[in-house]
């Protein structure tokens, strides 16, 4: 061992018994995070700790559940471990957890994502499982691709890797793909039958550039692909999951490792479809590695580990289930498990915007909280620091939320409100908005006599795919900034009409006669990354709101529309290859829709949307031609910053109150002198159409150009009725029918989720 090594693990060992002893805190990344600032080697040397190897579990959903589930089944079969099971998933985080632990056979680790590339050639671990990769983060890594690159590029530094991957997963096939390991790809080989969700990702191939299909989905992009252009598909199944039965007190299906034949059926007593993946990856690695069916049943009939995953208690008389969610995918499945129980119950959503929870919340309109408001008897309470953004969310699906700060507060509504007594209640948190609740509920169940063990409990049971909640949260929060690769009482309100769902497609809800203000909503099947859609959520139920009616119309990759019959056309954002793709689709509606704009058709772009408006946009060093319908560039200057990721709050002539909005582009955009821009930037933090334009976006006659994702017209609903105002115009032309002006609306939600974030930015309101 060299000095430095010596160093390094001294200083992590005295490191780890001065916080555990005086500060009682477990040390769970600070002591490797100062161990690797004197050895960035150390892990390499450390690995010498475990006599046969280690694995890694990756993904963005169910990471720590399954690290635990598969700790527990090697220490089931008898195998020493060392293990960072809290979740602690950095590097420092491992490093931590190797310089903590005994010397022991098997390293078992949770990793980051984007660590990965770090950990991984020096812990040169055997086998790494690769869950899933949905979007999350997008602050941190701007785009699933570079994810995927960086995964690829941790494997390739590590030859002697096998890579055991979810095949159902077009992303992942994507890495396993591009790298020379040996890989063992596991799937579901049947469709389990699950309602769809309205946003997915990687709708376009991972090989070439074309659309995906699907000869059964499962949820998010998981199921089984193809590409009609190139050839790429789902890779044949390794190891096959079969007879899912997704009973609601017990899971069970078949497992076969077709390499070897080997059959086995595995059960759980919770019951969840993104169990049957996590369940089904685990088993993989125990066909690996040799441990025993029996053994791996055993651990997950055990399985408690009591971290806020699907976690069950007993508070006063209410059975409550509490769980982590931090992504549109992780929400959604969570809804579904809250939608089985059909008895009149509360339901709490917990939203932070920490930097391990991701600062741009946009993606919470990318969750369909729409199938909430068709539950009768289910009242829903928003907290965390952004509740008024999440009560806003709720408000246009229909579902008027109250404000709490934690479960105490609904369970004292559940105690004073007639037939919710014995009701029971759900906590859905994010990363750092868990341990709070997590906290609270152990506290609460605690004084009620005992927690009771999941499987007792009364609620629906399954277990969270997502990350671990962060018992050293702070020391997480510090390291997570890199590497990056880019630098009550409330009810439902049974008045209110859902939103439609801009994807797949909308109904009208025209009265019988009356030609319906048309809203189109281009290409949602490729440009939906950062929340945009939400954009037509807001504006469609500001004119239901209003009796106005509606029609959204979404234009998918491969349907034709007719903007003649058009009032409003929104075009939101997204990564550069789906930008492109979708690209070729706008730019063959150039003449039609430089007609509709000079008719003063009303246009709503957003960041990809927004720069394809211009001359031309800059991919790398491929420039690619633009509408031209703004008189503008965008290009992609390699300044320091790869690309401009922030809060931003504007000053617009379209508003009189400040705008709010996140950013996140490579591009940078400039107007030709004499365009207007939307607004000009006032917070310190955002920088707009580039860090020397102090302004944001561009206006031409009804057109609206913005990089502000949030999404945007919630949250500024002044924006939002000028919009609505152009487009009703714009209909009377078309129609020759005139609605009354808009009427105004109450707009207290708006308002409150807005000033949260003029007031974070220092901005003054009368701006
Ligand atoms: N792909 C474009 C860019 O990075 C647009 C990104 C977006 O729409 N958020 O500049």
Request: include cysteine.
């Amino acid at each position: 061992m060299s000095v430095k090594a010596a160093l390094a693990r001294t200083t992590g060992n005295v490191l780890t018994w001065g916080l555990r002893r005086l500060a009682h805190r477990p040390a769970g990344n600070l002591p490797g995070k100062v161990a690797l600032a004197i050895d960035p080697e150390l892990i390499a040397d450390l690995r010498s700790k475990l006599a046969v190897g280690s694995v890694v579990i990756v993904g963005t959903n169910g990471k720590t559940s399954v690290t635990n589930l598969v700790a527990d089944a090697f220490e089931a079969d008898g195998r020493s471990i060392i293990c960072n099971r809290t979740g602690a998933n950095l590097q420092t985080g491992v490093a931590s957890a190797l310089l903590q632990g005994h010397p022991a056979e098997w390293g078992v680790f949770e990793s980051d994502e984007l660590w990965l590339a770090r950990t991984l050639p020096q812990l040169k671990a055997q086998y790494v499982v690769l869950l899933n990769l949905f979007r999350d983060q997008l602050d941190r890594c701007g785009e699933i691709r570079v994810i995927q690159d960086s995964i690829a590029q941790a494997l390739k530094s590590s030859p002697s890797t096998t890579l055991i991957y979810n095949a159902d997963d077009p992303q992942c096939a994507a890495i396993a793909e591009v790298i020379p390991n040996s890989t063992i790809a596991f799937g579901v080989d049947e469709p389990m039958g699950l309602e769809q969700n309205t946003v997915a990702d990687a709708s376009m191939c991972q090989r070439c550039a074309g659309m995906v299909s699907y000869h059964w989905r499962q949820y998010g992009q998981l199921g089984s692909y193809y590409c009609e252009t190139c050839g790429f598909e789902r890779p044949a199944l390794d190891v096959a999951a079969t007879q899912v039965n997704l009973g609601a007190r017990e899971l069970s299906f078949a497992v076969e490792d077709r390499r070897t034949h080997a059959t086995a059926t595995l059960t759980s007593p919770q019951s969840t479809p993104y169990l049957v993946y996590n369940l089904l990856a685990a088993w993989t690695l125990m066909e690996a590695v040799g441990i025993p069916t029996p053994v791996f049943q055993q651990a997950v009939d055990a399985f408690n580990p009591r971290n806020g995953r699907l976690q069950a208690y007993t508070v006063g008389s209410h059975p409550v289930l509490l769980n982590l969610a931090k992504n549109p995918t992780g929400f959604n499945q969570n809804l579904k498990i809250v939608e089985q129980d059909q008895s009149p119950k509360a339901v709490a959503f917990f939203i932070n915007d920490q930097i391990a929870d991701g600062r741009d919340i946009s993606w919470i309109w990318d969750i369909d909280f729409e199938e909430l408001a068709s539950q009768p008897g289910t009242v829903v309470f928003a907290g965390g620091q952004r509740k008024n953004d999440l009560q806003l969310r709720l408000k246009y699906a229909g579902i008027s939320a109250e404000l709490v700060e934690g479960m105490e507060e609904v369970f004292a509504w559940m105690a004073s409100t007639p037939g919710y007594k014995n009701a029971p209640a759900y906590a859905i948190a994010n990363y750092t908005a868990l341990p709070p609740v997590h906290e609270e509920l152990d506290r609460l169940a605690q004084r009620n006599g005992e927690g009771v063990a999941l499987a007792e409990a009364a609620a629906p049971a399954a277990a969270e795919a997502a990350e671990s909640q962060a018992t050293d949260e702070l020391e997480v929060a510090e390291s997570q900034a890199a590497p990056s690769q880019a630098s009550t009482s409330v009810t439902a309100d049974e008045s209110a009409v859902p939103a439609e769902d801009p994807v797949p497609s909308a109904a009208p809800d025209a009265e019988q006669g009356t030609d319906p203000v048309r809203i189109v909503h281009l290409f949602p099947d490729l440009l939906n990354l950062y929340g945009d859609g939400g954009n037509v959520r807001a504006l469609a139920q500001r004119l239901r709101w209003r009796g106005i009616p509606v029609e959204v119309e979404a234009v998918r990759f491969e349907d034709e529309v007719d903007l003649t019959q058009a009032d409003l056309v929104f075009l939101g954002g997204a990564p550069d290859r789906e930008q492109r793709l979708a690209s070729q689709r706008v730019m063959a509606m150039k003449d039609e829709l430089a007609a509709y704009v000079e008719a003063d058709g009303v246009l709503l772009a957003i960041c990809g949307g927004y720069q394809m408006l211009g001359r031309i946009w800059l991919l790398g060093d491929d420039e690619v031609e633009g509408l031209g319908i703004l008189p503008m560039e965008t290009k992609r200057p390699g300044t320091a910053r790869e690309r401009l990721v922030d809060n931003m709050v504007l000053a617009s002539p379209l508003a009189t109150r400040p705008v709010v909005a996140y950013e996140n582009h490579a591009g940078r955009t400039y107007l030709d002198a004499g365009v207007e821009p939307f607004g000009t930037v006032l917070s310190s933090v955002g920088c707009g159409n580039s860090e020397e334009s102090h302004a944001d976006g561009a206006r031409y006659r009804n057109v609206l150009g913005t990089y502000g994702h949030g999404p945007l017209l919630p949250k500024n609903p002044e924006v939002a009725d000028w919009l609505l105002t152009q487009a009703l115009e714009r209909h009377s032309q078309r129609t020759g029918t005139a609605f009354a002006p808009l009427a105004p609306l109450d707009d207290s939600v708006e308002w409150a989720a807005n000033d949260v974030m003029v007031q974070r930015l220092g901005v003054k309101s009368e701006a």
